[in-house]
């Protein structure tokens, strides 16, 4: 699994003034070969390189490896968009690769390329920024970062192997509970919506003002929200991957395409921030799970919140009000939330136990209950 680490560096007052002069002096190259670029309408790396390798060298002051990498930059910048000429900040991070940045691990230092030459410096991390750069491979950024200087080395790291597992957690994402699992444990998005809830008055007032200074705040407030939606998706996803982790369970979650569908049916106009959302804790679940041993399945969620988990009879009138469940059936009853979570972790078990498909699953899936009063 591919990690990025993050190492902050000490350079001395004069490798200071070489790294910021080093950054000034890759990105106005950068833009200089993306102005070439724009001006020929050629974008591949290396019709770039083609057109601007010498100029760069010889005007910016580059190292081969250096204007390689610049030239890689801008190639890449114009395969997100080539709609606008792109163009980078003076102080934007750039790539280093192994010919041009070279970590010494045992003495805590690097040796780095920059347009004053060589530099040896440094460098300063915790234990587990430090455990990770023991799997260093590939690209690291250099980036300045209010007043700092950083490496942002990738590192590959072996998966940890899959714990086989014994049941599964199913877990329903909503709305109201940003999660609920098969336990029936939910996970509150209480301040969540309390923030977005203050948040839409406002909002409504900025869309009526309808001002450019209006337009910037509601984009501000949008970020805001996202940066708190993606906190107490880390939160709750950490939980979840550990209480799994804890109790040799896999993790069954809804596809995410299924997730898609689904907000957009009930509620299209919140569709976009939830289902950023659903698909950010989708991947944070995801994630996290895989570095505790996990084993995450994605699963069908079609009926999932009509379906009896214990006598499989299918009916939307088995749904008669948003939070409860109770089957038409056999009578069972529960929270609707926490029979979604039940009717995902059977299916998830279905898709890690092969063998075992169909009502055997049922029967043997510890985690279904048998009861109705349950
Ligand atoms: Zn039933």
């Known amino acids: 699994m591919k990690l990025t680490a993050k190492i902050k560096l000490q350079p001395s007052p004069q490798q200071r003034v070489a790294l910021m002069e080093t950054l000034q002096r890759v990105n106005a ?52 968009d080539k709609k606008t000429v792109r163009t980078f900040r003076p102080l934007g991070s750039i790539a280093y690769d192994n010919r041009i940045l070279r970590f010494n691990l045992t003495k805590g230092t690097v040796s780095i390329w920059s347009v004053e030459g060589r530099l040896t410096i440094p460098f300063v991390c915790g234990e587990y920024q430090g455990n990770l750069l023991a799997y260093q491979k590939g690209e690291s950024d250099l980036a300045y ?4 200087f950083y490496l942002l080395p990738t590192c590959d790291l072996p998966d940890a192997p899959l714990a086989k597992p014994v049941g599964v957690i199913g877990v329903d994402l909503g709305i109201v509970n940003i999660a609920t699992d098969s336990d029936g444990e939910r996970y509150s998005g209480k301040r969540l919506n309390s923030v977005r809830h203050r948040h839409r008055r406002l909002r409504r007032k900025l869309q009526r003002k309808g001002t450019k200074g209006a337009k910037r705040r509601l984009k501000k407030l949008g970020q805001k929200e996202r940066r708190f939606a993606g906190h107490v998706n880390h939160t709750i996803s950490k939980r979840i991957a550990e209480k799994a982790q804890r109790t040799h369970r896999a993790v069954a979650l809804e596809d995410l395409q299924g997730i898609r569908q689904r907000v957009r049916v009930r509620r299209p106009q919140r569709s976009t921030l939830h289902s950023w959302a659903f698909h950010d804790f989708g991947r944070k679940l995801a994630y996290k799970a895989q570095r505790a041993g996990v084993r995450v399945v994605f699963v069908d969620p079609r009926n999932s919140s009509r379906e009896c988990p214990r006598c499989g009879h299918t009916e939307r009138a088995n749904r008669p009000t948003q939070s409860t469940f109770q089957c038409r059936v056999c009578g069972f009853a529960d929270h609707a939330d926490k029979v979604a979570a039940l009717n995902l972790s059977v299916r998830g078990w279905a898709a890690v136990s092969q063998p075992y498909l169909g009502e055997a699953n049922r029967a043997m899936h510890g985690s279904v209950p048998e009861s109705p009063l349950l």
């Open 29 to 80: 190259a950068c833009n200089a070969a993306s102005e070439w670029a724009w001006a020929n309408k050629t974008f591949g790396q290396y019709k770039i390189h083609h057109g601007v390798y010498y100029d760069l060298k010889e005007r910016f002051g580059l190292s081969a490896q250096a204007a390689v990498r610049a030239v890689a930059k801008v190639a890449d910048a114009y395969k997100l």
């Open 145 to 148: 970062i209010k007043g700092e």
